[in-house]
């Protein structure tokens, strides 16, 4: 393809993708009276091949590896370097970051139990007896989040400043406080396992301007132009506070990538990092035709000169020396390109915070679900039509077994219709994956089923049809049910059976205003839908929090719902945000409004068949609550600047503590 092609094949692929992000928002027209179909119990069209992304290949040495990585490299490296990482009409939707993820081989043998041991003889606060954890998907996977308690210390991370709260006197009291190296870290999230904490956080590269090119470069003379000096990195920081009053680094993790997410089961934290091509020295044109020919050229010079340590991601541990993060003969690839980025899970035990050996797929990596037993990682690709103006999805999943408490292996491979909102979209039950896409092309969303067969991860059932001209707002599967909400000018809550994983059906729906972004359980067969209220034209209108009752899997219904005008809530996009707690009844979120511009919180009580409201707290700081934690009698608000202690049953007031 020429260079002039190439360029107008970008601009092509970049408006195809505009407009489809534009049609799965729009609403539908008034004009547009169509029912929403009933959903087929089985779809043959929905059956795909997964023989180009199923039993990944392992390199033979290492000479192999390279050869392959700088091939792949020369077909889609231009003028603008890797920019886009395309190849052809396809995709893969992060292949274009420039990350490395890394960690080395290391024996499990030796290692040795950090922290204090716990005295027995001292009852210990019980989750969801004592006090609420982090809302997390799966029980016994525990997720990242700002904030974090077992029930007698709490920590949390803000501004690069980690804070300790004792909760075990009479209200709670700020232990210490930790300044962090934070220059240029983004967020941080933390994960706590006994006395440890892991601070995880993502670390930006610096920009600097580049030399002036001279006449011959292929630039502009005297045009100075930004380049990136270094690659994206992933610190964990590992935080002893045995002694809350006086807390102290223990390691630092620096590993080449970008995290895509982490999770951890029985104190072993797997975290997922993904990479792009590597940060090369490659030439920029200054737009001439000339300029543009001879850039190209020299960046596939670059490419065809590249080496090993350019490609393979690396880590350090306490500012040491960098280390690969596995032989080249453990990196595996697919069958058919899926970018030259590569994909890393890598096992960090809390208790010996010492990377074990990482397990590695060339390719992308977006979305993260994790079962006890298994973590799953997904990637899009987009395949675009420039004459039909359309753009197809598949996405690839890939399966990796975490029971080992050093290593992640790789398992299988498997490829799906359509993209996926996000990791509610899958759920792990008796060996099978339950996934929920949207099909961007159809305007259709699905259920498929998917069972290990060797590498691959095969179909073995699947149902479509659901919210046609729609696409998918909310999922959870619970058991053998699965809960789909699709959207665009009503909101349609589809219940399906999945007790036969080969032959899923969709049992009932529901329409209503509106929609809901998060679903969650609150007792035998009822849910909690938070989510926007919408008019009947589709347009939102508020923070809608809805109970349904769905015990009658063909009859779905809305007892009650409650909404709060002008507002949104952070727990509408991450479940950490919300909480219920059975024992009372509450539900507690923080809501923002896009009117005037508040923020607080808002708890409410379901009973019965009601929803009420509680009561609407508005913090002193006026910063907005991020999390709600119940503790015994009191519920605490959490912002970056304030912890708010309020009555559990009457959301008075009891006391305020400054996290400075």
């Given amino acids: 393809m020429s260079v002039q092609g190439a360029v107008k094949t970008r601009r092509v692929l970049a408006m195809v993708l505009t407009m489809v ?38 390199f033979d040495a290492c000479d192999d590896l390279l050869t392959y990585l700088r091939k792949e490299a020369a077909e889609i490296v231009g003028p603008y370097g890797f920019g886009g990482a395309m190849r052809g009409d396809v995709v893969a939707l992060d292949s274009a970051v420039t990350t490395m993820a890394a960690a080395a081989p290391m024996a499990a043998a030796g290692r040795a139990t950090a922290g204090s041991e716990e005295d027995a003889s001292v009852a210990q606060p019980v989750a969801g007896t004592d006090f609420s954890a982090t809302n997390v998907q799966e029980e016994g996977v525990d997720e990242p989040d700002l904030v974090k308690t077992d029930g007698k210390r709490l920590v949390t991370i803000a501004g690069g400043r980690l804070r300790i709260v004792d909760l075990t006197g009479g209200e709670p009291r700020l232990a210490a406080s930790l300044r962090l190296d934070d220059s240029g870290y983004l967020q941080g ?58 807390p102290k680094v223990i390691k630092v993790l620096s590993i080449d990538g970008s995290l895509v997410a982490s999770r951890m089961v029985a104190g072993v934290a797997r975290l997922v990092v993904r990479s792009g091509p590597p940060d090369l020295p490659f030439l920029f044109p200054s737009g001439s035709e000339e300029s543009i020919a001879v850039a190209t ?54 208790d010996d915070p010492r990377p074990g050996p990482a397990a590695t797929v060339v390719g992308a990596g977006e979305l993260v679900y994790a079962s006890a037993a298994n973590l799953y990682v997904t990637s899009t690709v ?70 290990q067969n060797d ?64 679903l969650h359980p609150v007792g035998d067969h009822r849910l909690i839908g938070i989510g926007q209220e919408a008019s ?56 923002q409004s896009y009117q005037d511009g508040s923020s607080g919180a808002v708890g409410f009580t379901v009973a019965g068949d009601a929803i009420t409201e509680l009561g609407h707290i508005e913090p002193r700081d006026r910063q907005p609550a991020r999390r709600s934690i119940v503790l015994g009698d009191r519920i605490l608000l959490v912002s970056d600047s304030a912890l708010e202690a309020r009555e559990l049953t009457t959301l008075a007031e009891r006391s305020w503590l400054p996290l400075g």
């Fill in 21 to 58: 992000v534009l049609t799965g928002a729009c609403r539908r027209s008034e004009h547009d009276d169509r029912d929403v179909a009933r959903p087929k119990a089985k779809d043959p069209s929905l059956t795909i091949d997964t023989a180009l992304i199923s039993s990944l290949t392992a």
């Fill in 189 to 246: 999230d933390l994960l706590l396992h006994g006395d440890h904490v892991l601070v995880l956080r993502q670390a930006q590269p610096a920009y600097e301007l580049a030399p002036s090119p001279v006449a011959g470069d292929g630039v502009a003379p005297g045009r100075p132009f930004r380049q990136p000096s270094g690659k994206l990195r992933t610190d964990v920081t590992v935080v002893d506070i045995a002694d809350i009053s006086a």
């Fill in 297 to 350: 050229e020299a960046n596939k010079k670059v490419v065809a000169e590249s080496t090993l340590e350019q490609w393979l991601p690396s880590f350090a541990e306490d500012a040491g020396s960098r280390r690969r993060l596995a032989d080249c003969r453990d990196v595996r690839r697919p069958k058919e390109f899926s970018g030259v980025g590569m994909l890393s899970v890598l096992t960090v035990d809390a």
């Fill in 382 to 451: 987009w395949q675009a039509d420039a004459t039909e103006r359309v753009a197809t999805t598949t996405t690839d999943i890939h399966k990796f077994g975490i029971g080992d408490k050093v290593r992640t292996t790789y398992e299988a491979s498997g490829r799906i219709k359509g993209r996926l909102l996000n990791a509610f979209s899958m759920s792990e039950l008796d060996g099978n994956l339950r996934v929920a896409s949207t099909d961007d092309a159809t305007q259709e969303s699905a259920v498929t089923v998917l069972h």
């Fill in 455 to 518: 590498g691959a991860l095969e179909q073995i059932g699947a149902v479509g049809g659901l919210g046609k001209g729609e696409r998918i707002y909310a999922v959870r599967f619970l058991g053998d049910r699965g809960y789909v909400v699709t959207f665009r000018q009503t909101d349609p809550l589809y219940v399906l059976d999945l007790a036969d994983p080969a032959a899923p059906v969709v049992k009932g729906e529901l329409k209503i205003p509106g929609y809901s972004a998060y």
């Fill in 536 to 591: 009947d034209s589709g347009r939102v209108q508020g923070t809608q929090v809805s109970l349904f009752d769905v015990a009658d899997p063909a009859d779905p219904k809305r007892l009650a719902n409650a909404v709060i005008p002008y507002g949104r809530s952070e727990a509408e996009s991450d479940h950490h945000a919300f909480l219920w707690w059975a024992r009372t009844g509450l539900v507690m979120v923080p809501v």
